[in-house]
Every structure is written in structure tokens, then in C-alpha cells.
């Protein structure tokens, strides 16, 4: 089969991307309206535990077997076969997890729980290398279908079960039937072989390039998360369950437009690992791309927050409203900031990227930290946001300056006018009075207004083409 170039891949990945998000918002809409807030909020810590066991499952199993396309079939099963064993191990975890979770949220739930989800983690390990293998083989076409299909699976047997009143058990059923569709999917395409095996072959494969992105990883996990586990513990599980649907919808427009890349670019960027200044090249190219779009995810977001909610989730969310409102100062800057991961991967600079996260974990940890002193969800949701608008300063700074071999106001001067129109619509939209009572009426108005405001940037500053006509960000490496 010919390799197909980055703009297809990014196709095919977008496609997944949005044919999978497009599934789960729709499906999220109607589960919000069938289960509790505080359901969300017990199974937010159990997407948070699931999400740390992933951690354990990758291992850097998955980022060599794409930086390394060399690595022979021999040495993937053995990675597979190591994977089996983490499966076996974090299954044992996820159901001892039950103990501390109960415990610390003061809720037997997750005795019953933690035991159901185990399932999910096994899963989950195996699937590592096989997913891992279709990235470096770039068969996104294949990924799409497959990712569609299993959101689509899941999420309608969630809205059944749920419609019969099953409630949180509803929810965590998506975690089983993603993994076990996923692993027979898998296996029906690649069927891997499991063989033995020498541990410290193992460790050779990994090396430390894996070291530093594994613990990377696990700051990075607990950057993002730190904020669930504190508000569930210091807000119940109401006050997350809001905070996490804000958190939701806050990253919404980062999946749809930045993920799409990033799920692609890893295998075709380390092409440019040994010439620094062609690396930077593209990535602000790919940079300049996510500012514009983020402009105007971050302008309409802030002034439609409330309306947002409300028509998507129902009256029971209305405080998820101002809590969105508070991220979505940070949308401009994570967007840009996502792509920073595969550069540093593609430049083996995974030293770098675990620098990255131990000062962005500082900075959300002292954010996290005031908002529970004040006893303030609102506040401790405009800290995150304040935060991770430093932390775009911080990685691209390490990034362009100690990696690239370049000037951060090089960098900035290609993007900063997006940013400053960005925070003066901002401010000035804090002094617009409410426009209707109607939240259809209202969404539609305000939408408009940011609309003619957006383009109105757009014409002054000459921008247009790069909304309008396809930018040839990669070309084959020689």
C-alpha cells in the first residue's frame, strides 16, 4: 500500500476525531438529561483512575514502536507479551483502588465500581502495541472506521442502559465496550503473537527516551487531573460533576481542531529531528494555523458560556456555565500549546518535555491550592485558566529557545496580535449587557457579534488565506 502524506492522514484522522466527538456530544446531551449530576461526578474519579492505570498500560511501549519503524516483529511481540503481563497487574490495581477511593470520597460506590472497570484496564494494556502499530504503519483510514464504530457501540448501549435507570453503572459501561470492541478489532486485523521473554530486553527496547516521556506522562496526567481529585474531595461529587462538564466542552474545540494534527504528526515530524530550523519552520506554520482558529474558539466560548450549557446539558448545569467561562481565557494558548508534545518527541527531546511538566505542575498546583483555600470553584476555575496561559509561555520557551536554537520573540511575533485581539474582545464583552432572555435568541446574537468581530480581524490584518486556502505545512523529508 503507498504511504499516503500528512494532509491525508490528518483527513482520515479528523474524521475520527469528528465522527467520534460528533457521536459522544450528541450521546452526552442525551445522557445528560437521563443522569444525575452526581452520577458525573462519581464516574469523573473513575475516569481519572482510568486514565492513571493508561499511564502504567503505555509504558512507552506505543512512542517507540512509531519512532522505531525498524523494530522487528520479533521485538513487537515481545512488547506485546510484556504488555499482557502490565494488563494482569492493573487489573489487581484497579480493584484495590476501591479501598482508597471509598475512603477518601466517603463513598461505598466505588467498591462496587472499581471491580467492573478492572475489565477495561486489562483491555487497555493489550491494546497498546497494537494501536501503536497502526499509527507507525499510518493507517488512519482504518483507525477512523474503527474509532466511529466503537463510539457509536458504546455510547448507544449507555443511553439504553441508562433509559432503564441504571444511572452511573450507564456510564462506566462506555470504558468496557470501547476496550473489548477495540481489542477484538485489534486482533482480528494484527493477531500478535505472545511469547517469552527476558525483562531487561524489555527495558533495552524502551530505553531512556521512553524514561523521560513516561514520567512526562504521569506530571503531564496529574497536571490535567489535579484539579478533578481536589474539587471531588473539597466540592463533593456535585461541584465536580459541574466543573468537569465546563472541562469538557472547554477542551471540545481543542479535540476537534488541534488533536487532529497531533494524532498524526508524530511519525512524520521526527523526518526533521536533525535540522532544527526546518523543524521550527513547519511548526509555526502548524502554529499560526491554531491561532487563528483558536481566536475564535476562545472569543465565542467566553461570551456564550452560559448559553452553551443550558442547550446543551439542560437547567440542572447552569453553574457549569461560569466555570466554562473561566477556562476559556486559556482556549488560544492550549490550543498552540498542544502540538509542542510531538516536537519535542520528533526531536527525541523527551528530557525537555518532562522539564515542561514539573514547572507546569507547580504553577497548577499553587492555582488548585488557593481556589480550595477560598473555598471557590469560580475562582479556583480562572486560576486553571490564568495557569495554563502561563504554562503556553513556559513549554514554547523551552521548545524554541533551548531545543530549536531560536529567539521566543521570533516565535511570538508570528502569533501575538491573535492573542491580543483575543483578550481585548475579552475584556470589552464584560460590560455587554444581557441581550435576551430567550438563551436561543441570546446564543444566536452573541454568536453573530463575534462572528462580525472575527472577521472584521481577519480583513484588517490580512488573514484570510490561511483560513481559505490550504497551507502546505509537511512535504516528504529527503
Known amino acids: 500500500m ?16 469528528y465522527g467520534s466527538m460528533f457521536v459522544q456530544l450528541g450521546l452526552t446531551m442525551i445522557l445528560s438529561r437521563l443522569i444525575l449530576p452526581e452520577a458525573y461526578g462519581v464516574v469523573a474519579i473513575i475516569t481519572i ?27 513487537v511481540n ?17 480493584i484495590l483502588a476501591s479501598i482508597p477511593l471509598s475512603s477518601f470520597y466517603e463513598n461505598s460506590v466505588y467498591y462496587h465500581l472499581c471491580p467492573i472497570v478492572s475489565v477495561a484496564s486489562f483491555f487497555n494494556a493489550v491494546n497498546v502495541v497494537p494501536n501503536a502499530i497502526l499509527t507507525r504503519d499510518k493507517k488512519f483510514k482504518l483507525i477512523a472506521l474503527r474509532t466511529i464504530i466503537c463510539s457509536l457501540i458504546s455510547g448507544v448501549i449507555a443511553v439504553i442502559l441508562a433509559w432503564y435507570g441504571l444511572g452511573v453503572y450507564a456510564l462506566i459501561s462506555q470504558f468496557l465496550i470501547s476496550s473489548l470492541f477495540l481489542f477484538i478489532w485489534n486482533y482480528a486485523n494484527n493477531p500478535l503473537k505472545i511469547v517469552r521473554f527476558k525483562f531487561s530486553k524489555v527495558i533495552h527496547l524502551l530505553g531512556s527516551y521512553s524514561l523521560f516521556q513516561i514520567l512526562f506522562n504521569f506530571l503531564n496526567y496529574f497536571t490535567r487531573n489535579l484539579d478533578h481529585l481536589l474539587i471531588g474531595k473539597f466540592f463533593g461529587a456535585a461541584g465536580l460533576a459541574q466543573y468537569n462538564k465546563s472541562y469538557f466542552l472547554y477542551l471540545y474545540p481543542n479535540n476537534i481542531f488541534a488533536s487532529v494534527l497531533t494524532g498524526v504528526l508524530h511519525p512524520y515530524i521526527r523526518e ?43 437547567d440542572n448545569w447552569e453553574p457549569a456555565g461560569e466555570y466554562l467561562r473561566c477556562l476559556s481565557i486559556c482556549m488560544w494558548a492550549q490550543m498552540m500549546c498542544s502540538v509542542a508534545g510531538s516536537i519535542f518527541l520528533g526531536m527525541e527531546r523527551t528530557d525537555q518535555t518532562f522539564k515542561c511538566g514539573v514547572i507546569n505542575l507547580i504553577l497548577l498546583v499553587v492555582s488548585i491550592f488557593i481556589g480550595v483555600y477560598f473555598d471557590s470553584l469560580l475562582l479556583l476555575s480562572l486560576l486553571v485558566g490564568v495557569s495554563y496561559n502561563i504554562i503556553f509561555f513556559v513549554t514554547n520557551y523551552i521548545l524554541v529557545v533551548k531545543i530549536l536554537n531560536n529567539s521566543l520573540w521570533f ?16 475584556i470589552l464583552s464584560l460590560f455587554v449587557p444581557s441581550l435576551s432572555e430567550n438563551i436561543f435568541v441570546s446564543l444566536i446574537v452573541k454568536l453573530l457579534i463575534c462572528i462580525v468581530a472575527y472577521s472584521g480581524y481577519l480583513f484588517f490584518t490580512r488573514q484570510w488565506q490561511i483560513l481559505t486556502s490550504l497551507t502546505p505545512m509537511f512535504t516528504k523529508a529527503d
Open 411 to 426: 516565535f511570538l511575533s508570528k502569533i501575538s496580535v491573535d492573542g491580543i485581539f483575543a483578550f481585548l474582545f475579552v
Open 49 to 75: 483512575l482510568i486514565g492513571f492505570l493508561n499511564l502504567f498500560s503505555d509504558m512507552g511501549l506505543g512512542i517507540n514502536i512509531i519512532q522505531h519503524p525498524e523494530m522487528s516483529i520479533d521485538n
Open 78 to 94: 515481545r512488547l506485546f507479551s510484556f504488555s499482557m503481563i502490565i494488563g494482569i497487574v492493573l487489573t489487581l490495581a484497579t
Open 272 to 314: 526533521y529531528k536533525t535540522s532544527p530550523s526546518k523543524m521550527l519552520e513547519k511548526y509555526i506554520q502548524i502554529e499560526k494555523i491554531l491561532s487563528i482558529i483558536g481566536v475564535f474558539t476562545m472569543i465565542s466560548f467566553f461570551f456564550c458560556s452560559r448559553e452553551i450549557v443550558l442547550i446543551m446539558f439542560g
Open 2 to 17: 503507498a504511504e499516503i502524506g500528512i494532509k491525508q492522514a490528518a483527513l482520515y484522522n479528523a474524521m475520527a476525531k
